[in-house]
């Protein structure tokens, strides 16, 4: 019997993360992984400019990761980097009705938001919550439509089709999302490379969001998680029953750990392997046992396109 395989791609300015699964009586079963390193001034993540600056090397890598795992598959999840586009919860009081409508009214909110110069591009949304007076709690994503192009261009010229695209973040919390009872009120606390995001949820609901580079530094850490929860420390009580979960790929995460759990002032619950979580169905992996959990973003992909589109 043939069996889609979910081909997940998480891209990175330092390289390309790549993950395939199949559903197996209704079990996800990991059936590939590859991760493979750029050289200096392949990629650069921009909101302006198309951000790969060696289209001849970034194409090899891409035939490299996903050629040995795709067992003839052609459709891939995308994980692009946070900083090639723009995330943000804002508040509708206009009835989002169509699609094209919403997206309409959508951008012409966003106009105070973005850049000045910044108006050809696309936009996806997700109403989160919606109060009795009508009032919408919104996550929208947008891309500057030629950054976006770029990516799916190059990506179709190696033989594969984008078929979901999401920025790393709520890639990365899909991962866990599907594997771990998060409670209702947490924080999760990512640390990609040098990347550090910052999601808050309230009642299960995206609450709060940020991504910011601090570098490889656990002192630069907590100084940013400090600025960014200068606001949430008004409401004491409810920061105070927030869960907080810490998820990296540092080789030596202990100074780490003590940085978020000092921000916090809470005790911090490491997330467990995510590739850990689910039953293999390879022998070996080739990838060592520290570099799994880079992989979280480019597993959350290939499961959501498992779920959604397979």
Request: aromatic content about 8%.
């Amino acid at each position: 019997m043939f069996r889609r395989t979910g081909l997940g791609l998480d891209i990175c300015a330092d390289g390309l993360r790549a993950v395939a699964v199949q559903n197996r009586r209704r079990k996800i079963v990991l059936t590939g992984g590859q991760i493979l390193k750029f050289s200096d001034g392949v990629l650069r993540p921009s909101t302006r400019t198309p951000n790969v600056h060696n289209t001849e090397l970034f194409l090899a890598a891409l035939r490299d990761v996903l050629l040995p795992i795709a067992h003839k598959e052609e459709r891939v999840a995308l994980s692009l980097p946070d900083g090639c586009g723009y995330t943000f919860l804002v508040n509708v009081d206009t009835p989002l009705k169509s699609r094209n409508q919403s997206i309409d009214i959508l951008k012409w909110q966003l106009k105070e938001l973005l850049p000045d110069s910044f108006r050809d591009f696309a936009l996806d949304y997700q109403v989160l919550s919606e109060l009795e007076s009508g009032v919408k709690r919104v996550l929208v994503s947008v891309i500057d439509n030629a950054v976006l192009a770029q990516y799916e261009d190059l990506v179709e010229e190696a033989g594969f089709h984008a078929k979901l695209i999401d920025f790393h973040s709520f890639q990365l919390y899909n991962c866990y999302r599907s594997k771990t009872d998060l409670g209702t009120d947490f924080m999760l606390v990512a640390v990609s490379g040098h990347e550090l995001i910052l999601l808050g949820f309230q009642g299960t609901m995206l609450s709060s969001f940020r991504v910011k580079t601090v570098g490889r530094s656990a002192e630069a850490v907590f100084r940013e998680i400090n600025r960014s929860l200068v606001s949430s420390r008004s409401d004491q009580a409810a920061y105070s029953r927030k869960k907080v979960y810490l998820h990296s790929d540092w080789d030596a995460p202990d100074e780490l750990t003590d940085a978020v759990r000092s921000a916090f002032d809470t005790d911090v619950l490491i997330l467990p392997d995510p590739l850990a979580q689910i039953r293999s169905g390879v022998q070996t992996l080739a990838v060592s046992d520290r570099e799994t959990a880079s992989m979280a973003a480019a597993l959350g992909a290939a499961e959501r396109l498992i779920e959604k589109v397979l």
